[in-house]
C-alpha cells in the first residue's frame, strides 16, 4: 500500500450549510452493517473537498427518500415501485447538486437535486 503525502492546501475542511454541486469521484457497490445494498460515494465538491456518503437500499422512510433523491438527481427517476438498477461504475462522473448540513464541525449529505450550474473545471477542460 502506498499512501500519498501531503493535504490540497487549497481544498476546505468543510463547508457551511447548503447546496453544493458536486461530481462523483468514485462509486463503490458495498454492504451495510445491517446486510442491505449499499452504495458508498466519493464526491468531490466543485471548490475541491471531498466527502464521503452511503445510500442504502433499505425501505426505512430516510433511506428511500434519500435513495429517491439520488435517482432523480442521476436522470434515473422512475414510476412508485418500479425497480431501477444502477451499476457503481456508471456512476463516476456524475454531477449533482448535494444538500449539505454541517454538524458538529463535520459535513453530511442529506439529500440530491439536479445539478444547476456547470463546474469550473468543465468550463477549462479539466476532469475535475
Known amino acids: ?64 427518500k434519500k435513495s429517491d433523491q439520488f435517482l432523480a438527481a442521476i436522470g434515473k427517476e422512475a414510476a412508485k415501485g418500479t425497480k431501477v438498477p444502477v451499476e457503481a461504475g456508471e456512476l463516476d462522473g456524475q454531477r449533482a447538486d448535494l444538500i449539505i448540513e454541517l454538524i458538529d464541525g463535520k459535513n453530511e449529505v442529506k439529500g440530491y437535486a439536479l445539478v444547476t450550474e456547470e463546474p469550473d473545471s468543465a468550463k477549462s477542460g479539466l476532469p475535475f
Do not use: Q
Open 1 to 64: 500500500m502506498d499512501f500519498i503525502f501531503g493535504l490540497d492546501d487549497n481544498a476546505p475542511d468543510f463547508v457551511e450549510s447548503g447546496t453544493y454541486p458536486a461530481t462523483v469521484k468514485k462509486a463503490t457497490e458495498k454492504t451495510s452493517k445491517g446486510g442491505n445494498a449499499m452504495l458508498e460515494i466519493i464526491w468531490r465538491l466543485d471548490n475541491g473537498l471531498e466527502l464521503f456518503d452511503h445510500i442504502v437500499d433499505h425501505p426505512a422512510i430516510l433511506c428511500r
